[in-house]
Structures are given as C-alpha cells and as structure tokens.
C-alpha cells in the first residue's frame, strides 16, 4: 500500500513539473492527466468492531468478544401481566368508541372518540409486539374458580365497564349516549391509572425500559383525556352542540 501511495505521488509531480513548462497549454493537458490518476488516498484497513460493557459504579468496563449479542432484560411476572391485562382494557375502549358513530352526532365527541380509538389500538399492538418479542403469551391466563364455568364470564380489570353498563351504553342514543360515554370514558381511564399505579409500587416490576416508557405515556396521556373528558361533561348541554 505504500509503495502504491509513493508511485502516485511520483506520478503527480512529473505531471505538474510538465505542466508548469507547457503553461500554454495547461488547460488542455494537465487537468485531463490530474482526473486520469488513480486515486491516491490511503483506504483505511477495515476494523474489529469493539463491544464495551460498562462497568457497575466504582467498577471498570468489561472488552467483550465481537460475537456479543444483546440480550433483553428479564421481565418481571407483574410486567407481564400488565400487559396482557392492559391489552383486555384497552380492547374495551375501543370497543365503546365503535359506538359513536351510529349513537351520536356529537362533533366534540366524535373527535375525542376517534382519538381515543386510534391511540389505544397502537398501544394494543405494540403490547402483544412487546410480549410475543419476550415469549410470552397475549391472552391474561384465566384464575380457576372451582364450581364454577368462568368460560362466558368477562375478565374485568380496574375501572372496565360492567356488562349491564355496557348494554345501557348501547341502547344510549343522542345526549343519553354522549352522558353515559363521558362518564363511562372517565371511569375507564381512572382504572387504567389505578393499573399503572400497582404496576410501579410492586418491587422490581416496571424495569424494562420500553414498559416504563409505555406505562408512563398512559399514565399522562390519559390523565390529559380525562381532563377533556370533564370539562365536557362541565359546558352546556351537549345536546346543544350539535
């Protein structure tokens, strides 16, 4: 490589040097010889990517192998049924949302439905994403209850909708409707709250840095749809905004 540099440069001198003695016809000559060279620069020698472990606090950093994979973290019996818990509830909201449409002609609601609907079905799938990446299954495992047939039974988490709320939702029509989704919005997402909550005060849950970010982002973002929520329910009568 160096000897092939050395020619190079060898090579651009001489055509200089005969440059600057024909200046007549510098234009014509040597700018047609420079752009005819090979190219000159040195090519680095590729590189053994290097893998640093950071040490713990006071300890030094760890040179692994270039073979090292990253690994995820382990999750935590709670983490995962959060999520698989977390993916029942919200698959209730949007269900409640899929009833705007034909209940109510509410413009204000609408909005808030459609953006309800839109936010939590991403989540949905970024929560089975998250528990099938880890091996995990979807579905929340059923509690046995001896004596008991729980197979038509709902599984309900923290502020869902009861089924007799939910039939009242549906018969709802007009300001009816809007009152009952509102409220029923409001209790919903409290519960969700209450989850992120049990979620963060067990020991050792809510480590994973994607489930933390995920679970906080519920946490503000329902908080703010609540808020919308109530002042909703707070301004004239919604039949009046149609």
């Given at each position: ?26 234009a014509?000559?040597?700018?047609p ?16 990517p ?49 009833l705007?449409?034909s ?35 979807v ?61 963060f ?16 982002d ?25």
């Amino acid at each position: 490589m160096k000897s092939s540099h050395s020619e190079c440069k060898r090579k651009l001198r001489t055509v200089i040097g005969v440059a600057a003695l024909r200046s007549g016809i510098v234009a014509a000559t040597t700018l047609p010889a420079l752009f005819s060279l090979p190219v000159c620069a040195q090519q680095p020698a590729p590189t053994t990517p290097v893998v640093v472990q950071p040490g713990a606090p006071g300890k030094p950093t760890r040179t692994l192998p270039p073979s090292t994979r990253a690994t995820l973290p382990p999750s935590s019996p709670t983490d995962v049924q959060f999520m698989q818990g977390m993916i029942i509830h919200h698959a209730q909201a949007v269900e409640m949302t899929a009833l705007i449409e034909s209940h109510t002609q509410n413009k204000d609601l609408r909005l808030l439905g459609a953006r309800i609907s839109h936010s939590q079905s991403e989540e949905i799938r970024f929560m089975k994403r998250w528990l099938e990446t880890r091996g995990e299954p979807v579905s929340l495992a059923m509690p046995e209850m001896p004596g008991m047939d729980m197979s038509n039974q709902p599984m309900l988490m923290p502020g869902m909708l009861t089924p007799k709320q939910m039939e009242a939702l549906k018969k709802g029509k007009g300001a009816d409707f809007d009152h009952l989704f509102l409220t029923g919005m409001i209790q919903h997402h409290n519960g969700a709250l209450i989850m992120v909550k049990d979620l963060f005060d067990t020991a050792g849950a809510g480590q994973d840095a994607e489930l933390f970010n995920f679970a906080t982002d519920v946490d503000s973002g329902q908080r703010a749809e609540i808020r919308i929520m109530q002042t909703m329910l707070e301004e004239k009568p919604l039949e009046e905004k149609r």
